[in-house]
């Protein structure tokens, strides 16, 4: 069964269409892409979860909302790739946090040679699609990127204050995962 885009308020996009808006708003807004990136994914994480919604009824499994922890990331990953984002693995890294893995996400561009991870897109919209399901406001951290060089694109999904942490201990040198550890 495919997903009705138009039924969902979404649309479907060339990936080169996306990889060149992505390059032209780092070129010409520098700074401000970041932002720019990061607060259209969090608009289109409505219609996202509003679709996924719809694509779980459609398998009989009821709301998203529903679903055992142990099965939403599966099928969150399943309903991602169908829509074209890469191949995706959802695990509970910490006790406070969720990442979401993917070795081929859509939005990474392996031949950018960007210093930083630059999914910003993808950080928005998957902040507030997971925010949704666990119904408490998320953060989404790249802290892996194919962009920079990395093999697989890494969010951490969890609170402010654990990914205020995480971003703390990141800057002084700290590993993200050492960083998630030294959690109480």
């Known amino acids: 069964m495919s997903i009705d885009l138009s039924g969902s308020q979404m649309v ?72 074209g984002w890469g191949h995706v693995r959802v695990e509970t890294v910490h006790d406070s946090a969720l990442a979401l893995d993917s070795e081929d996400w859509m939005e990474a561009n392996p031949v950018s040679g960007m210093p930083y991870p630059g999914c910003y897109f993808s950080a928005g919209m998957l902040a507030d699609f997971f925010g949704r399901v666990a119904n408490a406001q998320l ?5 892996e990127c194919r962009s920079v ?5 890494r969010f951490l999904l969890a609170s402010a204050e654990t990914i205020q942490h995480v971003y703390d ?9 050492e960083s998630l550890a030294q959690m109480a």
Request: charged share 15%; aromatic share 10%; glycine share 16%.
């Open 139 to 143: 953060v989404a951290m790249e802290v």
């Open 169 to 177: 201990g990141m800057m002084n040198g700290v590993a993200y995962a």
């Open 12 to 83: 479907g996009m060339a990936r080169d269409a996306f990889t060149t808006l992505h390059t032209v708003l780092f070129r010409d807004a520098g700074g401000n892409a970041a932002a720019y990136l990061q607060e259209a994914g969090y608009a289109g994480g409505p219609a996202l979860f509003d679709a996924f919604g719809r694509w779980c009824a459609s398998r009989g499994l009821g709301a998203p909302e529903s679903l055992p922890v142990s099965e939403f990331g599966g099928r969150a990953a399943e309903f991602l790739s169908e829509l």
């Open 149 to 153: 060089g990395h093999a697989r694109c």
